[in-house]
């Protein structure tokens, strides 16, 4: 297998996975889905009883449920630095938490006002902080207001999706577009017809200039009155595509995706070793 980057952002990205099968491929893409560990809060507390702010009382209540609010919370993506965290059940402390293992988030805000995820504070390192505080929580009517403590810690999807790195994890074969010259009649139907603009015209020649960008849909080939274009794809090479929550970057996610796949490849080796022994 070879990976070819086409677009490499934080949190989007786009590659070509070469000499692969289709269960290479579908093996990468169960692993970016449900094995890449990241930090999702898991522990929610609520302080009970009126809260006292500026000399003002509050009922410490929210129109949605308490589990409904942890639920939300659950989901906020929480940055994630795998060489810094581990998981709880096999760090130093025993599952006790640590250092290692969880960070404390708490929130703390009076009515009338809508909730953030901005609003979670770590306590600790500002590394933690959530990226995207524009995830609304809930919204407090006047009088009312939120105390709590979170805590978050590491997991993967095979638990609970709100451990889920990545989103939108799909792939494709790799479009091959070809024109026969010797039967084109420099109609252009392709060029205009086209859904995806996969082609554009030269010297009043059709000429494929964006392969990536074919659906595979066959428009061109259909339209073309002499039969000109042969749309078909690689059967060893994906397209593939897929953002993450924010939490870790595309990059370390694909790595991490990869090493994991290593180490189950090479467990699988011994496994089927063994039996033959
Ligand atoms: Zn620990």
């Not at 390192?125 to 009312?144: C, W």
């Given at each position: 297998m070879q990976i070819e980057i086409i677009e490499m952002e934080e949190t989007k990205c786009r590659f070509l996975l070469k000499d692969a099968t289709h269960a290479d491929a579908n093996a990468l893409r169960r692993t970016l889905i449900s094995d890449i560990p990241k930090m999702a809060i898991d522990q929610v507390e609520f302080h009970l009883g009126p809260i006292m702010a500026d000399g003002k009382e509050y009922e410490s209540v929210t129109p949605l449920f308490d589990e409904v609010v942890a639920h939300r919370l659950g989901l906020v993506p929480i940055p994630t630095d795998l060489e810094l965290m581990s998981f709880r059940d096999e760090c130093v402390c025993e599952g006790e938490g640590c250092p290692n293992c969880i960070v404390m988030y708490s929130l703390n805000k009076i009515g009338p006002c809508t909730v953030y995820s901005g609003d979670l504070l770590?306590?600790?390192?500002?590394?933690?902080?959530?990226?995207?505080?524009?995830?609304?929580?809930?919204?407090?009517?006047?009088?009312?207001?939120?105390?709590?403590?979170?805590?978050?810690?590491?997991?993967?999807?095979?638990?609970?999706?709100?451990?889920?790195?990545?989103?939108?994890?799909g792939y494709k074969y790799l479009p091959i577009v070809s024109i026969d010259e010797s039967k084109c009649d420099q109609g252009l139907q392709c060029v205009t017809r086209c859904p995806r603009k996969v082609f554009d015209e030269v010297d009043g020649k059709p000429v494929v200039s964006r392969v990536l960008d074919c659906s595979l849909c066959n428009t061109c080939a259909e339209d073309c009155d002499q039969q000109a274009i042969e749309v078909c794809s690689d059967p060893n090479q994906f397209i593939f595509n897929f953002e993450t929550d924010g939490s870790m970057t595309c990059a370390k996610v694909l790595e991490v995706a990869l090493s994991i796949l290593e180490a189950n490849f090479e467990d699988f080796g011994e496994m089927a070793a063994s039996l033959q022994a």
């Open positions: 770590p306590l600790g390192h500002e590394a933690f902080k959530v990226k995207d505080p524009l995830i609304p929580i809930v919204t407090l009517s006047d009088g009312q207001a939120v105390l709590i403590y979170a805590i978050a810690e590491m997991g993967t999807a095979s638990r609970h999706v709100k451990w889920q790195a990545t989103t939108g994890v």
